[in-house]
């Protein structure tokens, strides 16, 4: 699996924000691609041009304190980047990043960081040396899990990608899934678009684009893969059935 130059810069910063002690944990596609490569996992897989992560402390942290505690993570490892706030984060919204070359000025990433969400399973990763907190790869599935369960599906359609993917070299477990979502205050809802869809589902995959110089597998065999993969934990025909018959 290649890691672009991008994305060693990344997990460049991640490791020096880990190192420097500010109470964050990554997700997403970098702790994905970490996951994978962990897991043996050697194909190709999509390319990212963001980082995401979460911010838990005891009180709320302030615009400033956060691009302070940044900006001095960078410096401390000598990486010659300024972080600049360009979103605040509040209700349902994270706070946005910009991360850019100090001679040029040229955003070269941006950073998205949840703030004092539920608190999720987490572990530490290494890629080439590098070592950053992440979340786990059980909270991982649970969350793509919980997001392709909802109508949201057809704008999380980067979450049925990545749990085809993670389908190639994770055993599904239901107990945990389920446990794993409790824990973090989440739930299942439907999967009706996931289920009843498809066409929908397709329009939104071929719309999505793959960053990097990386085949797109095809649709049916991405769908195919992942409705098998989940499907000890999709709600049964006679489930379905009694729901209409009811409402």
Not at 88 to 115: I, K, N, P
Request: hydrophobic share 35%.
């Amino acid at each position: 699996m290649n890691i672009s130059a991008e994305e060693k810069l990344m997990y460049a910063v991640m490791k020096a924000i880990y190192d420097s002690g500010i109470p964050m944990s990554f997700k997403g596609s970098m702790v994905l691609k970490a996951c994978l490569l962990e897991a043996g996992f050697t194909e190709e897989t999509r390319h990212t041009v963001d980082i995401d992560a979460n911010w838990y402390s005891d009180t709320a942290p302030s615009a400033e304190q956060m691009v302070s505690s940044l900006q001095k993570a960078l410096r401390n490892c000598g990486i010659d980047l300024n972080v600049s706030l360009y979103r605040m984060y509040g209700e349902g919204r994270s706070a946005g990043f910009e991360l850019s070359d100090t001679d040029t000025g040229d955003v070269l990433f941006t950073m998205d960081v949840d703030v004092n969400r539920p608190a999720s399973k987490t572990k530490i990763y290494e890629v080439n040396g590098i070592h950053f907190c992440g979340v786990a790869p059980s909270q991982m599935i649970a969350d793509k899990i919980s997001a392709i369960s909802t109508d949201k599906v057809f704008r999380r359609i980067k979450d049925v990608v990545d749990l085809y993917y993670i389908s190639k070299v994770f055993a599904f477990n239901k107990a945990e899934v389920l446990e794993t979502l409790k824990a973090s205050g989440r739930s299942l809802d439907s999967f009706n678009g996931f289920l009843h869809r498809s066409e929908d589902l397709q329009h939104s995959y071929e719309k999505f684009r793959f960053s990097g110089d990386v085949d797109k597998p095809p649709f049916d065999e991405v769908y195919r893969s992942v409705k098998a993969y989940v499907k000890d934990i999709l709600p049964k025909e006679k489930d379905r059935e009694f729901e209409g018959n009811i409402s």
